[in-house]
């Protein structure tokens, strides 16, 4: 079974998921599963742009469809709410009306652009988390370089450990097998190595990965600015977005410090925010929650899909809306709570 057919086949489960989620929730079954309310996680928000070859597109959704988001969530009753409240929220008494809190990864700069003015139109407070080496420049970003290189050139060679491989690139097909394997090569070797070689072959194809972080990414005036409307926070995204988990510990806490540092000096407020880079299990374990707690971050939210329980632990989870999946009745389904229960989450 090919990496693609793979996807394509979960991704078909999941909306299959999704779509019963929407029933059992429209017929009132399993209200119990609701929770207090929700935290959701995006990334890119702007203008849908058609691509054969498209593997960051889960990481995107429309303006259009944040505003259908948000118009549904309001018309189910839920409260939107700072990120920095629901621990507060979550403290009250059962049988008041959800919240729900929204939270942006990475910093892009469509998130003013295009995200902004529809938090601004439904009064929805928002969280930015901020990488340092992103808003400044000085660090790539492997995904979005692998995409413009992996669509752009014919062909390549890397070494991925075994000496220099030939990867053909004529079709969507190759591009896909070729992007599987270089995240599997990040995931599982020293990965500012490996996104450091990426770079280099990024660059030996007239591609400059600083300049497309540099086109996407805020900068510090912006989140400065930023900083100052009534909706927004900044939090703490490390300085190289790399997983913390498999740093040593004193270099995860560095990175975790210097971005909190970082968003103080561009913000004039000190985050008690902070998103575990990827956010999975493997990326983020006891270690960083214990290192985020001695930091003094108060919250610590990750990737892993659920809803917030009344007991914080380590870590809060999030709710995707994912680029893949933008109906609107896919909001309700996921902020019922029903597609973690069909998960025997």
Sequence with gaps: MTGQFKRLAKRAAIGAGLELSWLLAAAGLMREAR???AVFTLHH?????????????HLEITPRFLDAALSRLRRKGYRFVPLDQVPVLLAEPEGGPPFAAFTLDDGYRNNVEHALPVFARHQAPFTVFVAKGFAEGSHSIWWETLAILLRRAPEIRFDFGRGSERLGLDTPQQQWHAFDRFAAYIHGSNEAHAVAAIDMLARENGI???????????????????????LASLGAHTISHRALARLPEAEARIEMQVSADYVEAVA???PDTIAYPYGTPAAATAREARIARNLGFTLAVTTQPGLPAAQLTGYLPRLSLNGFYQK????????????????GR
């Design 35 to 37: 929770g207090r309310g």
């Design 45 to 57: 928000v702007r203008p849908h742009v058609p691509q054969a070859f498209a593997p960051n597109a």
């Design 208 to 230: 400059e990965p600083t300049d497309i972080v540099r086109d996407l990414v805020m900068g510090p005036g912006e989140l400065q600015w930023l900083a100052t409307h009534p």
């Design 268 to 270: 004039g407020i000190r």
């Design 328 to 343: 609107r009745r896919y909001v309700s389904a996921l902020a019922s709570g029903i597609p973690l229960k069909l998960m």
